[in-house]
């Protein structure tokens, strides 16, 4: 990695061993033009640092690309990180958290609703696409829902890769806070990936904090095997990821 995501808590002033970083006000903007306003607790900057370590550790094998849009996005996830302590006020420990504290991990399929099958959720990012038309590709437990976050969990996505060598798939519209986003170009056929699997960049990151809503509607130019995955994160409490199929 050309730049880590230690690099850029360091350049931010988040990597300190001793201290607390006091309360503090995330302020986003919304697809009408709304500023929201999300409070970030006050937590230990140890958590932060622990953190930004799982963070590298669990890129280090990962695309250069998607090394670098966590990288640039890190400042981002510990603030997301800080939302989410509000309610569960134990802060962050990762992979030894027990209880309320915090742990985050990558986006798997397991954690998702079924878009084709109501009130299952995915066992692979693999999926069958009939026809050229829209279908959801995130979504709650039953057709067009949204999906919505506990009181105690965050989801941020940062883009999208295709490994499929044939993509099917070709624009995304994100709807948050029942807000739709502007369409955003999926075309992995345009990607210079050099060599390894291609990766779009979201112009402005998804970040669905605790008990809010969000879908993902995307277009599908033909029918064929679509392979598509979000880049992310998702940050929950220690204790709701102890279900190894779903957590």
């Known amino acids: 990695m050309s730049y880590t995501c230690t690099e850029a808590a360091k350049a931010a002033g988040l990597y300190k061993e001793t201290g607390r970083i006091e309360e503090q006000i995330l302020k986003t903007w919304t697809a009408s033009g ?12 140890h958590d932060l640092v622990v953190a930004t370590d799982q963070l590298d550790i669990m890129l280090r094998l990962e695309n250069p690309i998607v090394q670098t849009l966590f990288a640039r ?19 962050f420990k990762g992979s030894v958290g027990a209880g309320r504290q915090l742990d985050m991990l990558m986006l798997r399929p397991q954690e998702f609703w079924n878009c084709d099958t109501s009130g299952s959720y995915r066992t692979t990012w693999q999926r069958n696409i009939p026809a050229a038309s829209s279908y959801y590709f995130i979504q709650g437990s ?3 829902s949204n999906l919505t976050m506990g009181d105690n969990e965050a989801m941020i996505i ?10 099917v798939v ?7 806070l029942s807000q739709n986003y502007n369409i955003q170009n999926l075309d992995f056929g345009i990607v210079d990936y050099q060599g390894a699997y291609p990766v779009m960049e979201l112009m402005q990151p998804v970040i669905v904090f605790p008990k809010e809503s969000a879908k993902i509607n995307c277009w599908y130019y033909a029918a064929g095997t679509d392979w ?8 929950k409490m ?10």
Do not use: K
């Open 34 to 45: 709304e500023l929201a306003e999300h409070r970030m607790a006050e937590i230990d900057y």
């Open 142 to 144: 039953t057709d067009a």
């Open 158 to 167: 940062l883009g999208f890769i295709d490994p499929a060598e044939q993509p």
């Open 238 to 247: 220690s204790e709701d990821l102890r279900n190894l199929m779903t957590s």
């Open 170 to 176: 070709n624009a995304v519209q994100i709807t948050y």
């Open 73 to 91: 996005n890190t400042v981002l996830i510990l603030s997301t990180i800080r939302c989410v302590n509000v309610d569960s006020a134990s802060g």
């Open 228 to 235: 598509l995955q979000p880049v992310g994160l998702w940050i």
